[in-house]
Every structure is written in C-alpha cells, then in structure tokens.
C-alpha cells in the first residue's frame, strides 16, 4: 500500500486552525532517513501541533502529512505502528516496577511472547536502565522517567522517533546523556524527529533543523546549509587588548565590514560583516599599528544567532 | 514484521497491570481490613444484642443466622453503593489526567480492549474483595436454617449489580474530562439506586424474613418482569460499555454510527415490550366492558403515554442538535461505497440525518401507540358537530389524531435543536436551547390561559404550545375543540418548515452540506502526496 520514500516524513501544505487562528499556517517539508532532525521554534510556534498530527492524534485542517508513505490522516493505524511517540508531558502508572512497566507496554504493543523478553532486554541495555528494574516508577527521576519514556517506545521497534521537547526539565548532565542515547539510536538506523525552543541544546547532534515561528517554516534544511546562510549576517568579535588604546577605534573603523565599534577599558568589540576569509584584514590592519592583543573572542554560537535571526522572538 | 503485529488473541495486558496496580496498593489493604472488620463487627454486635435480649429463647437458631445473614449482605450492599461508582468513574479520566492515555492509545491497544480490561479488571477486585469475609458467613451455617444455594444467588445479584454499576461509571469515566465530573454524574444514578434496592429489599424480602431466592419462590413473577429486567440489564451494560469504547475512539471516527444503532435497538425494544405488556390487558378489557370505559388509551394509560410523547422529543434534542459535520472516518467510507453506510443512511450522523433519525426514534412511541389503538377497538361514537372534520370519528381516532399533532410539536422542537445546531452551536447548547425555548412557550401560554385572555388570543396562543392543552385535558380530548386541533397542525406544520429552510439556509452558508454524507471544509485535505514542494 505504500511504496518505499526517500525520505520518512513527509508534509505538504500542512495547516491547523483553531477558530481563526492559524496553529500550522501550511507549512511543508522533508526529513529524511536516518537523521536526528530538530524542529525549532519559540514557545507557541505550533511544534505540538504538528507534531500530534504526525502521531495521528489530531487530525489537520488542510494539507497533509505521510509517514513513511502512509497517510496520517487516512491510515492512522499503520502510521502508529511505524512511529515511536513520547508526548512533551508523559504520564506513567506509578505503582508499577521498571520491569513492570515495560512487559505491560510490550503486551500492549502486541509483541510475540517469543520477543518480549529479548525486546525488553534490547530496550534496557540501551537506555541504561538495567540497575533499576525493580524500582518502583513513581520514585524515579526525572530523567530517568524520560529514559523510561523513550524505551517504552522503543519496544515495537519503530523506525521513527517523535519526541516533544525531550530535553525539557533535564539537568545538563542528563541532557548530555541523553543526547549520547539519541545519537547511538541514529547509529541503529533511526530517524529521530525531536522539537525543542533551546538551540544550543540541539546543535551539537542535529544532521538537520526546521525552524517555526507563529506557524510558519522560516527555515529548513540540513544544518550547514543553514549556517552558511549566516554568512551574509554579521558576527561579533571581542578582543582583549595588551594595554589600553585610543587609536583602535579609528582604526578599525577604516577597514570596511566593521561596524558598531564599542571600548571598554581594554576589551573592544566590533561587528564583522563579510567572509570569515576576509578577517585577516583586520588583525594586519591592528599589527601594523603594533596595537597588540591577547586574546580573540568570536561569538559563533551559530545557531543562538540564527534563531534570532530568523524569529522576532514573539511568544505566542 | 508489521504484518505479523496483527491479528493476535485478545490481549489481557489492561487486565493484568490494573490487577497488579490495584492489589498491590497499601490502601487496598487497608480497604480489605476495613471491609471485614465492619461486617464482622456489626455481626457480632448483632449476635450479642440478640444474646442479651434473651431473645435467643423465642428465636430459633435458624432465624438468627438468617438475620445475621441479612445483616451482613445489607452491608455489602451499603458497601457497594459507596466504593464501587468511584472505582469506575476514575478508572479512565485518571488515566487521562495522569497523562498516561495518549501512549496507551499509541500502542496497538483498542479502545474497546481498555474498557473491557478496566471493567475485568475492577470487577476482579471488586469480587475478591466481596467475598473476602464469606468465612464469617460460613459461620452462621452452624445454626442451620440458610442454604447454601440462597448465599450464592444473594452474591449473584450483587456480582450483576456490581457490574452494572461499574459498567456505567466507565461509561461516563470516558465521556467526561476530569475525575469529579464523572463522579458526580455516577453518584447521581448510584446513590438513589442503592436506596431503592435496600428499601426493596428491606420492606418486602429481608423484613419478611426471607432471602432473594426465597422470595422469588414464594410470589410467583410474571415473565414480562424478567423480560424487562433482562432488557434492560443487558441494555445498559452492552449501551454502557459500547458507547464507552466509542467515545474514546476520537472525534472523527465512526464511533456514532453503532452509538445510534443501539439507541434505536434498544428504543425499540422499549417500546415493543410496553406493547406486548399492555396488549392483552387491552384486549381482555375491551372484551369484558364493552361500551364502557375500562382501560382504553384515553384513560390513565392514555395519559401515560402522552406525557411520555412530551417528555421524549426534550431528550432527544440532544441528538437532533448534534454535530452537524460528518466525522471524517464516515465520510471516507461513504465516499469508498462501504455498503454498510449506503444502507443504514440514517443511522450516519452529520446534516439533515440528525433530524431525521431523531424524529424516527420519536416515532417509535407513536407507532406503538398505533398499534395498541388497533386492538383496542372502537369505544363509543361522538358526534359534537362543532366540525366537519372530526365530526364523526370515534373517541380512539380522536385520541390518536391528538398524538399526531403531539408527534408534530415533538417535530417542531427537535427541527429548532437542529437549527441552532446549523448555527454553530454545541449539542448540549442546541438541545437545551430548543428546550428552553418550548418550556417558556409552555409557560407563557399557561399564564395566559389562566388570566383568562379573550377567547381568539388565547386560541392563537394555545396553539403555540399543544403539549399544555394536553396537560390540562388530558383526559378528555375529545372535547378540547377541532377548531384548535387544526391550529395546532398548522401553525406546527409552518414552524417546522420555517426552521427547516432556515436550518439550510444556515447550513449552506457554513459549508456544511445538508445531505451528503462529505466533508467539504476538509477537501483540502491531502490524500495522495503531491510531488516535490521547494
Ligand atoms: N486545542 C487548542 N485550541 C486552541 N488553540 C490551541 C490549541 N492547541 C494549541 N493552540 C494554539 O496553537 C498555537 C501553537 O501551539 P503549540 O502547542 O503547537 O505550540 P508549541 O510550539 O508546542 O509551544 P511550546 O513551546 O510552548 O510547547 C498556540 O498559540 C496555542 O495557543
Ligand atoms: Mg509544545
């Protein structure tokens, strides 16, 4: 019934209207396979929404979205079988055991007797839950609910992952942690669909990024592709003088792609608009008037700058 | 790998982990110690009252274990009434409030699967914990005088009214959002259910001195009874359960369609055993008092059956008012040439078909009225000559014409609850509004009367409202005047089809199609992917 993609999710025109709010206002994309792709966008910006679409449990109000080839409108049903679902507030049953837990999901799941045991075992090693099998859930942590969370998905072995801010009300030891799990699941084969409103957290794993904002896509694609698109913006550079200078500003502001200059004792920072080959002008420019520096500072936390590039930073 | 994920036996996983959670909890023991303990206390206290009063002397043995034996069932019962509605009730909102629903439903888990586990599960428990202190109750088969087949039809009952109760708080569990919405509409069914059932028991079974069994051995009880209690029963259960699986299946699928089905079964069902109840007394009296008046359904049963025709059209707003979009699953089918939705048109929710399956389940009464009239017979001829009309028909036909006009108004309001619902209003809303709308008609027409306006203004008003003149005469129509009875129809007739164009006027201009089973505002609605978007 469905003939094998290029890439895993597919959305067209994709729209969500609340009354007379545009939630999804036609947004359309790719992710393909075997990638950890971020969805990115600030509180409001309708990840949610379109991520309950993906997971079948809302149906959209124009558009559509395909999972592997299969309509998420029209089939549901297979579309849950072929993705892993973790909501961005998960719920568990407390009273139950680790190992409880998971042998309900795996029944629930429908997994052959044969495979219960051997898919929880895969599921715990993996996720690290092995000393905790018989702690009861309810005295968990946080993470390790999350972890929890993620290999109840991972049970039936889909091959698609869609996680709703994952990382939120983790501590950045567990964030760290818990980026290693998603990158050893993209060495298995997965696909990981994660949304999140922090950058940082997600750059250093992420192949690919969409970035949303009150409902429409304002960038996508994979992740060099996107900063090179910076290139044409500009960056600050902070430098740290040896000893104080009255000529640095004047200097500077001769070499053209320099702007908005500002001195404080002996730290000056300046914009830099231009190709990062071209920098070099400046540091000759500063050496020729032996006005010399200890240290230099360039602000690239690429994607913290990108998203303020691209979003107003409206919360909806 | 996929393929083989289908098609498994029933899965007991629900069943299994509400077992395990709800042994397993502390509380649950402490509700054990405290359940035996208050049975055995009160039997106890019951043994030495009895003891003290030397009554022992005029009682026999046997009669005190027998009323130890109600004792400790009386409490079961007051047991029952109190925890059981809440263990259903929560059974599926706390799921939804702990957040827990959404990766449930993600797995290959169905919704009817949930509900039959929940209700396994609970009842599980719920038995377990009934015959926790049976062996207190094994002690009073010392005295003799209680048979072992009495105690275990006693439990019976209570199992089945356990699971009906239990059944019902799912039911409105998975109809409601929060916890304390479900619990109060199940306290409001289970409460005065448990005081009536210990009010029967004690004034006719217990304070005899008789268990249930015994009881149905002494009276002899005619098989409509168990006709109607097992209707019902099943009804309820089956109506409960079902309806509870299907409101959990979302929004947009086709969960209506067997909701709808089984009203009408069930209605019908009703209704058919009022008939079969009711006819051979009908016919017996009609060949006993001929010519005069026994029962005839101009009488009390007239009168009966007239308040029901008033009182149904109100309930049935609801569903007159309903959503008026096709669920989107319904659509599809309907669209794919599914036989099923070709067949059982009226049963698809969505458009004008509210109206009409609403205004067919409000027929049912009628006909079986019909059909009742029919062996009745014809009583007494009237001629009052104030018509032309009604001149010369008989006080049935008479009756029957004013059931009609009865049906009608019923027409009228439900076409109003449908026109709101064209509106954009919510179900409740329509219902209730259509409601309100004909109470205050209702009422304004009856203070109207009662001031005693002119005769032609109260005349135009009274036909505003037929169910108020039924309420007054209602136990001789035929003299309520001809005159009226034409006013009634029409001025019916022009507001229902007032409201009905109106009603499509409104729809078309939402979008909404009156009736074709589609949904337009969802054409936009990819189903094949269209090739590359940059
Ligand atoms: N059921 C609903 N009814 C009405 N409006 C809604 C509903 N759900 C979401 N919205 C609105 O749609 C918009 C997008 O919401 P959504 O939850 O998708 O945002 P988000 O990107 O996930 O935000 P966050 O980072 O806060 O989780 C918001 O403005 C929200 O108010
Ligand atoms: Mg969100």
Known sequence: MSIPRASIIEVRDLKMTYGKKDAVAGISFNVDRGVI??????????????????????VPTAGGAWVDGVNVVTEPKEVRRRLGYMPDYVGVYEGLSVLEYLDFFSRAYRLPLARRKSAISDVVELTDLGTLLDVEVHVLSKGMRQRLCLAQTLLPEPDLLILDEPASGLDPRARIEFRGL????????????LSSHILSE?????????????????????????????????????????????????????????????????????????????????????????????????????????FMSLTTGDVQ | MISSLRRRPPSFAIVQKELILRIRRIRSLLIQLIFASIVGIAMWISSVTVLQGNVIETRSPEDHALSLVMIYFTIQIIVLGLIVPSLGAVSITSEKQAKTWEPLISTDITPAQVVWGKLLGICGVLFYLLLLPAPILSMTMLFGGVSLGSIAFEYL???????????????????????????????????????????????????????????????????????????GYLSVVGGSLMSASYTLSGVESARDVPVRVLIFTFVSLFFGLIVLTLWPE????????????PVTMD???????????LLIPLSLTRIAGSETKVPLRIAQMHQRGLRGTR???????????????????????????????????????????????????????????????????????????????????????????????HIAIGLIVMTAVELDWTDSKVLLLESLSPPVLMLRDSRNFPQISPQLWNQFNISMGISIVILLSLGVLMARRRGNPVWAVKRPDLDRLYVEIPEEVS
């Open chain 1, 202 to 306: 997600l750059s250093p794993i992420c192949d690919s990024v969409s970035i949303i904002e009150k409902g429409d896509l304002v960038a996508h694609g994979p992740l060099e592709e996107i900063q090179q698109r910076l290139q044409g913006t500009e960056v600050t550079y902070e430098i740290r003088l040896v000893a104080e200078s009255e000529e640095v500003e004047s200097v500077l502001s001769q070499i053209p792609g320099v702007s908005r200059i500002s001195q404080e004792g002996r730290k000056v920072s300046f914009d830099w608009k231009g190709d990062d080959s071209e920098i070099h002008q400046v540091w000759g420019a500063l050496s020729a008037k032996k006005i010399a520096f200890t240290s230099v500072k360039r602000h690239d936390d690429d994607l913290e700058k990108l």
């Open chain 1, 37 to 58: 792709h971020g969805f990115i966008g600030p509180n409001g910006a309708g990840k949610t929404t379109t991520i309950r679409i993906l997971a079948t449990l809302q």
């Open chain 2, 343 to 437: 067949i059982g048109l009226i049963f698809l929710p969505g458009g004008i078909r509210n109206l009409l399956y609403s205004c067919a389940l409000l027929s049912i009464p009628l006909l079986s009225m019909v059909i009742l009239m029919s062996y009745e017979g014809n009583t007494a001829q009237i001629g009052t000559g104030a018509s032309t009309i009604v001149g010369t028909l008989s006080e049935s036909d008479m009756f029957l014409m004013w059931q009609c006009s009865l049906f009608l108004w019923g027409v009228a309001v439900l076409a109003l609850s449908w026109f709101f619902a064209q509106c954009g209003f919510s179900g409740i809303f329509s219902g209730a509004l259509a409601s309100g709308i």
């Open chain 2, 157 to 231: 009952v209570q199992f089945l009214a356990a699971i009906f109760i239990v059944s019902l708080g799912i039911a409105s569990s998975a109809a409601s959002k929060g916890t304390i919405r479900s619990l109060t509409q199940i306290s409001l069914v289970t409460v005065p259910l448990t005081a009536m059932s210990l009010g029967f028991l004690w004034a006719e079974v217990y304070g005899n001195e008789m268990l249930l069994l015994d009881y149905l051995e002494q009276n002899t009880i005619p098989w409509q009874f168990w006709a109607w209690t097992l209707t």
């Open chain 2, 282 to 293: 009908l016919s017996q009296a009609s060949v006993a008092f001929t010519g005069a008046k």
């Open chain 2, 299 to 309: 009488g009390e049963f007239g009168f009966i059956c007239s308040v029901l025709l």
């Open chain 1, 182 to 193: 998603l990158t050893e699941l993209r060495r298995l084969g997965k696909t990981i669909f």
